[in-house]
Structures are given as C-alpha cells and as structure tokens.
C-alpha cells in the first residue's frame, strides 16, 4: 500500500542552523511528491512541489527514488519557519493525496 | 476571496449525537476533499467529489459517517452516531483540478465529542 512516512514528530532548532525534515514514501511506480505547510492560526497551503523543482521561502526538496525520498531541507532557519510541514504522494490515475503525520518545527532564537 | 469556507468552526457533541460539517469550495473548483487531522494519524483523506459525484469514498471509517455534495458550491459531512473517538479536527480543501494542481484548504472545524 502507498504510504508516506515522516519519522520525526517535532524537530527543534536555533534561527540560523540548518533544517532538514524528513519524508520518505512507499509506492512503486512514478510519484507526485508535494510539501504542504500551516503556520500557527493559518490554513494548511502548499509549500512546493517536487515536479516544479523550485524554491520557496528558501525551501528545496529533491525527489530520490533509490531512497524514495523527499526531503525538505534549508540551509539557515528563520523564526518564522516555525509550523507544522507535511509531505504528500499522489500516485498515478488518482487525484488524491496521500499525507505523512506531519513533522512540526520549531525555530528558536 | 473567503477561501474555503467551513462552518461551524467548533462543535462540541454528546456521544449518539448527530453531527453534521459543512463546507462551501471556492467557486469554479471541481474537486472537493474532506480531511480528518488527528495527533495519531496526522492527516487523512476521507473521501473526494469530481464535479458533486464521490470519486473515492476508501478512507470513511465506517457506515455511521457519510458525505454529500449536493451542488458545486456545498458539501456535507454528517456523523450518525457520533463516538468520542470521532473527536479530530476535519478540514475542506478544494481544487480547481484534480492532479498536481494545488488543494484549497478551509480553515477546519474541531469536533469534540464527549
């Protein structure tokens, strides 16, 4: 079954340090991977998708399918990058997303 | 533009209580997606609309849940009875296309269950 995995729950750091959240995925043909993100008292939005290949908000994720990967990676956190961030799978000939448990930052000082 | 909009935004029940959530999509979108958000389970779909027809209905937990699309510009999510293990909160997203296009998502309603 398709699945998505984020094993970290909450990940901590100081403004200024390196971010990487974790998603890996389960599904053997070509996925659609998105990052969705809800800041404190906003509604969840998309963040970047992996077929855009851009950056936002300093954001960058790649797609490794040897490790069927989707990392979301910053090299320097800002304060408010503190939110909850979800990684996302739509499989082929389906228009639903498939969403991880989430993995909330918090972004110190 | 209100976005999605969802009402009530809170709604606190009795165990056996009828619950019903609605949603409004933003207008001109075709898809319609009711989500379940829970600490355990983060985020889950439960069940999506194409145009008011149910495409995929896989993720509703059980018979005592149920959702409606009547027309492009209203959706229903009633729960019958509900249980306090229902207690979560439950989000609308909409979408102008299905695919890799952007989901809309309304703001929630928390649902407590006693």
């Known amino acids: 079954a398709q699945r998505v995995t984020q094993p970290e729950k909450l990940l901590s750091v100081f403004k200024g340090a390196p971010v990487e959240l974790k998603c890996n995925y389960s599904?053997?043909?070509?996925?659609?991977l998105f990052w969705y993100v809800q800041y404190s008292r906003q509604r969840l939005q998309l963040l970047l998708r992996?077929?855009s290949r851009e950056s936002i908000k300093g954001f960058t994720a790649d797609l490794n399918k040897g490790e069927t990967s989707f990392h979301l990676k910053k090299p320097f956190a800002q304060e408010e990058d503190s939110a909850m961030y979800y990684c996302?799978?739509?499989?082929?000939?389906?228009?639903?997303?498939?969403f991880g448990t989430g993995t909330r930052l918090q972004v110190f000082p | 533009d209100a976005g999605v909009i969802q009402s009530p935004r809170h709604e606190v029940t009795e165990m056996g209580q009828e619950v019903t959530l609605r949603c409004k999509p933003i207008?001109?979108?075709?898809?319609l997606f009711w989500y379940r958000q829970t600490m355990m389970r983060g985020l889950e779909l439960l069940i999506y609309?194409?145009?008011?027809?149910?495409?995929?209905d896989s993720g509703m937990p059980e018979d005592r849940f149920s959702a409606k699309m009547p027309n492009a510009s209203f959706s229903t999510l009633k729960i019958q009875p509900s249980e306090p293990r229902d207690s979560a909160v439950y989000f609308c997203?909409?979408?102008?296309?299905?695919?890799?296009?952007?989901?809309?998502f309304g703001p929630g309603t928390r649902l407590t269950v006693t």
């Open positions: 997203a909409s979408s102008p296309h299905g695919g890799l296009h952007e989901q809309y």
């Open positions: 599904y053997s043909g070509s996925p659609e």
């Open positions: 992996h077929i």
């Open positions: 996302a799978l739509r499989t082929a000939n389906t228009d639903k997303l498939i």
């Open positions: 207008s001109g979108h075709d898809y």
């Open positions: 609309f194409n145009n008011n027809v149910p495409i995929d």
